[in-house]
C-alpha cells in the first residue's frame, strides 16, 4: 500500500536554528498537509497545499513558517528560526481529492533545546 | 469553546466488549474522519464519513448530520484495538482538519 514518507524521524536542534522536515507524499494525492501535535495535546493544523500553493493556513503557521513542493515529489516544512514551543510532532498528510481519505506520514519528533 | 468534542476521554474495557466513543460538534462539516493513533504517535484513518454508516472489520461508524453527533464501534474488541481514537471534522469551505482530543481506549485481555 503506497505511504506518505517522512524524514527525519527525530530531530533535536538549537533554538534559534532552523530546520527543515521533509515528506514524501503519495505519488497521485494532490492535496498536502502539516499537522502538528504538542505532546499530550490535539492535533492542530498549520497548513494545506494544493496546485503548487498555500491554500489554506492556521494561525499557527506565522511567518517563522513556510512550505515548499520543490520538485514535484518532496514537500518540505521549513522553521526558521526554532522557539521551544515549536517542539511537537510534525505529521504529513495527503490525499488525491478533498472527499477522499487522508494518508499521513509517520511523523517528525522534533525537539527544540 | 471546543469545535469537536469526545468521549470519554479514557475508556477501559474487557475483551470481547462491545465499545462505542462518541464525537459531536458544532461546526457545519463536509465530512467527519475517524483516525487511530498507535503509542508510537503513528495516525491510520478508520472511516470518512458525510452520512450514513460505514463498516470495516469489526469497526462501525455513524453519522447523524442534523444532531451533528458521530459514533465509532468496535465490536468483539481485542487487545490489539488498545489506541487513541480521534474524530476530526472538514468544515464546509475548509481545507483543514478540526481535530478532537481523543479517546484513550485500552482492551485488557
Sequence with gaps: E??????PSHQVT?????VILRCVPISNHLYFYWYRQILGQKVEFLVSFYNNEISEKSEIFDDQFSVERPDGSNFTLKIRSTK?????????????????????????????V | KNEVEQ???NLTAQEGEFITI?????????ALHWLQQ????GIVSLFMLSSGKKKHGRLIATINIQEKHSSLHITASHPRD????????????????IWGAGTKLIIKP
Design chain 1, 2 to 7: 503506497p505511504e506518505v514518507t517522512q524524514t
Design chain 1, 14 to 18: 538549537q533554538m534559534g536554528q532552523e
Design chain 1, 84 to 112: 521551544l514551543e515549536d517542539s511537537a510532532m510534525y505529521f504529513c498528510a495527503s490525499n488525491k481529492e478533498l472527499a477522499y481519505g487522508y494518508t499521513f506520514g509517520s511523523g517528525t519528533r522534533l525537539t527544540v
Design chain 2, 7 to 9: 468521549s470519554p476521554q
Design chain 2, 22 to 30: 462518541n464525537c459531536s460538534y458544532s461546526v457545519g462539516i463536509s
Design chain 2, 38 to 41: 498507535h503509542p508510537g504517535g
Design chain 2, 82 to 97: 488498545s489506541a487513541v481514537y480521534i474524530c476530526a471534522v472538514r468544515g464546509d469551505s475548509n481545507y483543514q482538519l
